[in-house]
T-cell receptor
Framework: SAVISQKPSRDICQRGTSLTIQCQVD?????MFWYRQQPGQSLTLIAT?????????ESGFVIDKFPISRPNLTFSTLTVSNMSPEDSSIYLC????????????FGAGSRLTVL | GQQVMQIPQYQHVQEGEDFTTYCNSS?????IQWYKQRPGGHPVFLIQ?????EVKKQKRLTFQFGEAKKNSSLHITATQTTDVGTYFC??????????FGTGTRLKVLA
């Protein structure tokens, strides 16, 4: 299955700042997914990122708050903008297909704490 | 929108006891997947079920997909301490989008 590298693995941020999370995959993939996992909660899909087109955002998530880039088939970034304590979560990058048609492979996640 | 609920939310069992988590979707699913997330880790794929009424086994784990393709279950026989973690079902919408269930956190007492 694909190997996904995410960075930073964790960070502590100040309210009002922005942070960009990077996701690097060791193989070319069509779609990359960004999930959020709030403390002790399930995973919520933020957006789907396709190379060469704008990301598709899920209900409750907007591009101004979570801008996403997908410059090529192995890389994506998610920015969490103008952070507040409510944005403290684990952000996970995911890809599909390398271990089976629809199987999701996740990166190790980026744990953000906003003070 | 679609909701996927799991019960129980938490389960503590003695090592050697059995464990079951149930997953219920508000809508009919194209398929369902199960993932395990160890404490401090990321979700790892366990299995995918596609057919109505399908049953699959992986060693001590048995997965079922309901006849109406709206519910599923995961049963672990004779739990071990290595089974500790949170188990998520993920309901498939179409070909690529998955809605994760609320999760069941399993703790195994030695």
């Amino acid at each position: 299955s694909a190997v996904i590298s995410q960075k930073p693995s964790r960070d502590i941020c100040q309210r009002g700042t922005s942070l960009t999370i990077q996701c690097q995959v060791d193989s070319q993939v069509t779609m990359m997914f960004w999930y959020r996992q709030q403390p002790g909660q399930s995973l919520t899909l933020i957006a789907t990122a396709n190379q060469g087109s704008e990301a598709t955002y899920e209900s409750g998530f907007v591009i101004d708050k979570f801008p996403i880039s997908r410059p090529n088939l192995t890389f994506s970034t998610l920015t969490v903008s103008n952070m507040s304590p409510e944005d403290s979560s684990i952000y996970l990058c995911s890809v599909q297909g390398s271990a089976g048609a629809n199987v999701l492979t996740f990166g190790a996640g980026s744990r953000l704490t906003v003070l | 929108g679609q909701q996927v609920m799991q019960i129980p939310q938490y389960q503590h069992v003695q090592e050697g006891e059995d464990f079951t988590t149930y997953c219920n979707s508000s809508t009919t699913l194209s398929n369902i997947q199960w993932y395990k997330q160890r404490p401090g880790g990321h979700p790892v794929f366990l299995i995918q079920l596609v057919k109505s009424g399908e049953v699959k086994k992986q060693k001590r784990l048995t997965f079922q997909f309901g006849e109406a393709k709206k519910n599923s279950s995961l049963h672990i026989t004779a739990t071990q301490t290595t089974d500790v973690g949170t188990y998520f079902c993920a309901g498939g919408e179409g070909t690529y989008k998955y809605i994760f269930g609320t999760g069941t956190r399993l703790k195994v007492l030695a």
